[in-house]
T-cell receptor, first 107, second 111 residues
Framework: RKEVEQDPGPFNVPEGATVAFNCTYSNSASQSFFWYRQDCRKEPKLLMSVYSSGNEDGRFTAQLNRASQYISLLIRDSKLSDSATYLCVVINNDMRFGAGTRLTVKP | EAQVTQNPRYLITVTGKKLTVTCSQNMNHEYMSWYRQDPGLGLRQIYYSMNVEVTDKGDVPEGYKVSRKEKRNFPLILESPSPNQTSLYFC??????????FGPGTRLTVL
């Protein structure tokens, strides 16, 4: 079993839709959690950290469920520019990346 | 401008020909690392460095070497590249081991 698992997608949604991704992790001692965004053929960039209490940044909401060992990312009112691959990252003693979930937002 | 730079951006080489991919950051970050990214496997860490002269193996270190003689530079060395090292490589840096800033990537093809 991979340490960090994501549904690879692709998720194809129309503009304005709400879409959610989950990411499960196997190490219960994991301490920090992040979502990164990666555009095609570009480097990953930090989207947002994930806090235990959940956090929101504009149209994006991230949540952590320690009991079930997963993190989630919710995108509301999706835009064409949200099309990208979303990587979840889990830190214990090292950084573990999920393989990414690909999102395509269509007109 | 704060950034991580990598060179070269693209490289096609042949099996066994030693190569070095340079990585440099101008943010005075302590932590630097190298990843490879392959379809379906995501980013896998090759080596990392917590500070000058301190390097450690990541998940997939075989066939790679690194050095950290200066804080800003963290080159990746392939002494004898093989086709299974064909991949997209990213260098990254951060103040501590959390929010990482990635370089633009180096696409390597080993024939």
């Amino acid at each position: 079993r991979k340490e960090v698992e994501q549904d690879p997608g692709p998720f194809n949604v129309p503009e304005g839709a709400t879409v959610a991704f989950n990411c499960t992790y196997s190490n219960s001692a994991s301490q920090s959690f992040f979502w990164y965004r990666q555009d095609c053929r570009k480097e990953p960039k930090l989207l947002m950290s994930v806090y235990s209490s959940g956090n929101e940044d504009g149209r994006f909401t991230a949540q952590l469920n320690r009991a079930s060992q997963y993190i989630s990312l919710l995108i509301r009112d999706s835009k064409l520019s949200d099309s990208a691959t979303y990587l979840c990252v889990v830190i214990n003693n090292d950084m573990r990346f999920g393989a990414g979930t690909r999102l395509t937002v269509k007109p | 401008e704060a950034q991580v730079t990598q060179n070269p951006r693209y490289l096609i080489t042949v099996t066994g020909k030693k190569l070095t991919v340079t990585c440099s950051q101008n943010m005075n970050h302590e932590y630097m690392s190298w990843y490879r990214q392959d379809p379906g496997l995501g980013l896998r860490q090759i080596y990392y460095s917590m500070n000058v002269e301190v390097t450690d193996k990541g998940d997939v270190p075989e066939g790679y070497k690194v050095s950290r003689k200066e804080k800003r530079n963290f080159p990746l060395i392939l002494e004898s590249p093989s086709p299974n090292q064909t991949s997209l490589y990213f260098c990254a840096s951060s103040l501590v081991q959390d929010t990482q800033y990635f370089g633009p990537g180096t696409r390597l093809t080993v024939l």
